[in-house]
């Protein structure tokens, strides 16, 4: 017990620090949002130069592994849909908000802190393995399904574009595509190049968790309680445990790959959801509530998921 608590313990602090400054207005709204740029543009980035640059990576492509954690997210994304259309009779496009929250955590500002605190570097290698098709394959997906929906092919088009676009400029990927190039080529980080990138490594968890508490202040319950609930059952539970019984009973991954790809799993539906359903006008009351229901129930889920963990002698 005290294992997870030495873990989740300064996660959840550091994101009620956050939360309470941004609150009582002693951090603005465009500081918050400067120090969340600082970590996805800058410190991410780093770190995964110098974790991908050193660490020794498997030999073959990793296909078990993405199997072993997609498909699941697949079959969530599904069910999230079914249930919006089955249950709670919505449009289409409401439907695929309902698939996207239940199937896409908040990877960064949650679960980059809790892989850090609770797998060390070890565990970055799996997560960013997962990480780097994480946006392409749910944002591709998610954009084809609303601008269906919307029935505006011009529009798709220009927009698939700019999502490709940010693909290739997005700063995490060339993080980790730089680092995979350094160690494929042999050539390892200069000493002061590798020592200022430890530092950078550093100030991850504080300032993501710091920035997430402060943007928890613009999510609330507001309205369609119900359909957020099953969101969040399918979010919270039911994805992480598709995602370790396929990892660890049909694939036998290495342990250190099975829990770090059910973490993932059983990470928050992240505010990108929101984001989503407020550029498209569909399902933002049910977004917004699926993002702070999520997020607050995690602080007991992934509780008891690392408190599973220990026990069964894996930490």
């Not at 873990?7 to 941004?22: E, S």
């Not at 850090?116 to 780097?132: I, K």
């Not at 490594?201 to 359909?227: D, K, P, W």
Request: net charge positive; aromatic share 12%.
């Amino acid at each position: 017990m005290n294992a997870v608590i030495d873990i989740a313990g300064p996660v959840f602090l550091l994101a009620a620090l956050g939360y309470l400054a941004a609150r009582l207005g002693w951090v603005s709204d465009r500081a918050a949002e400067g120090l969340a740029r600082f970590v996805f543009d800058w410190a991410v980035p780093v770190l995964l130069l110098r974790v991908f640059a050193s660490t020794e990576l498997p030999a073959g492509f990793p296909w078990r592994l993405l199997v072993a954690f997609y498909g699941p997210a697949a079959t969530v994304y599904l069910l999230g849909v079914f249930v919006a259309r089955r249950w709670f009779r919505v449009g289409f496009m409401e439907q695929v908000i309902s698939g996207f929250g239940a199937a896409f955590g908040n990877s960064i500002l949650v679960g980059l802190p809790l892989v850090l605190l609770a797998f060390g570097d070890s565990g970055t290698v799996p997560y960013f393995m997962l990480l780097s098709v994480h946006a392409l394959s749910y944002f591709s997906v998610t954009t084809v399904l609303l601008e269906t929906g919307r029935r505006g092919s011009g529009r798709s088009r220009r927009l698939s574009a700019d999502i490709l676009r940010g693909l290739v400029t997005n700063p995490i990927l060339i993080g980790l595509a730089s680092g995979l190039l350094l160690n494929w080529l042999q050539v390892p980080l200069p000493g002061p190049v590798d020592r200022a990138a430890w530092h950078m490594q550093q100030a991850v968890a504080a300032c993501s968790l710091f920035s997430l508490g402060a943007s928890l202040t613009h999510y609330r319950i507001a309205g369609e309680l119900r359909h957020a609930v099953v969101i969040v059952a399918l979010k919270n539970m039911l994805m992480p445990a598709l995602v370790w019984l396929l990892s660890d009973a049909v694939f036998a991954l290495p342990l250190m790959w099975s829990m770090a790809a059910t973490l993932l799993a059983a990470l928050p539906t992240g505010v990108n959801v929101y984001i989503f359903a407020q550029r498209y006008h569909a399902a933002a009351a049910l977004a917004t509530t699926t993002v702070f229901l999520s997020t607050t129930f995690s602080m007991f889920s992934l509780s008891v998921l690392l408190f599973w963990f220990q026990s069964a002698g894996f930490l």
